[in-house]
């Protein structure tokens, strides 16, 4: 089954291009079914770039899934248009009394600043605590997840003395988890960030389990089975060339930053990056989904009621 977005989004001519099916807001109103509703709470500067990114991924899966973006409303964006936040996006305040099957926090660029400095950290928080009753499975990614991590069992972060930057070899510590079905047991994420979670701190809580981990970033993803929450603190829904207009970026406004490790063929920034993470991220959020579906009541009122 296709995903549902707005008719006039502009990922919707990038994911048809790329055979992805997307369902017009008629036909889907015709349908006697229940879609699969799910959340982007997107706190990427380029917000237009992780609407493509993240709605490919969700929409991989045989499921009908209808995605509402949402953003922070005490913040203003600098990097996307107002009449884009307003034609498309929706503050919490303003579905802050609606049930959602799964949300997704992204990152963001502030991974530095403590928490408690974040200028919206306030609002972060009670979308957090808001999820624990109002969305079946949350599902967070990079700073994202260090957020959440920190808020509901404080995990500390870490700054690095350089940043993590390339694609890395991970494990698959647990086949027979429901997320990594179907994972090999050796695969490689895009890694992008100055600060760290570390794997002590994950072990030492019994409530999180370590899915997959790198020897060279450590900890990648880690479950919360009795909460439906998962944490990924890499970045698997980037595209092949993100690492390479990261990199350009930082050279343009001559930032010190080396290559990414393991990216570019032969070290030759020239050379087109080759994918070796996209299988695994479709996989990733299918499973996640496929997870969410087997335990969510079909009665959205019934979301976060025990």
């Known amino acids: 089954m296709p995903i549902r977005i707005p008719d006039r989004l502009p990922a919707r001519k990038l994911l ?8 017009d807001e008629r036909t889907a109103l015709r349908q006697d079914i229940r879609p699969m509703r799910i959340a982007l709470l997107n706190l990427m500067p380029d917000k237009i770039r ?3 990114q993240i709605a490919r991924l969700v929409g991989s899966t045989p499921l009908q899934v209808e995605m509402t973006l949402m953003r ?15 034609d498309f996006y929706k503050t919490w305040e303003e579905v802050r009394e609606e049930k959602f099957d799964g949300l997704i926090i992204t990152g963001a660029p502030i991974e530095t600043l403590e928490f408690q400095d974040v200028t919206y950290w306030d609002e972060l928080t ?16 990079c700073w994202g997840a260090m957020a959440a991590a920190h808020h509901f069992h404080g995990v ?18 647990n086949p027979t988890s429901p997320y990594l079905a179907g994972f090999s047991d050796d695969f490689s994420i895009p890694v992008s960030r100055w600060t760290e979670v570390r794997s002590a701190d994950i072990e030492g809580r019994s409530q999180l389990e370590l899915l997959m981990d790198s020897d060279v970033t450590g900890p990648c993803l880690v479950a919360e089975n009795a909460a439906n929450r998962l944490y990924i ?40 990056p080759q994918n070796r993470w ?11 989904i496929h997870t969410m579906y087997q335990g969510v009541p079909y009665d959205l009122d019934a979301i976060g009621s025990k």
């Open 233 to 272: 603190f890499n970045h698997i829904e980037y595209d092949s060339t993100s690492l390479a207009e990261e990199y350009a970026r930082d050279i343009a406004v001559g930032g010190q930053i080396e290559l990414p490790q393991n990216y570019f063929p032969g070290d030759d920034p020239k050379s087109p």
């Open 126 to 141: 009670k979308i957090l605590d808001w999820s624990c009753t109002n969305v079946h499975s949350l599902f967070t990614i």
């Open 50 to 52: 992780t609407e493509a």
């Open 72 to 86: 922070i409303g005490s913040h203003v964006p600098r990097n996307t248009s107002q009449a884009h936040l307003l």
């Open 16 to 23: 048809e291009s790329e055979g992805v099916m997307v369902m």
């Open 278 to 288: 996209r299988s695994h991220a479709h996989l990733l959020f299918r499973n996640w």
């Open 156 to 173: 500390p972060k870490f700054t690095l003395d350089q940043k993590a930057f390339g694609v890395f070899r991970h494990r698959n510590l």
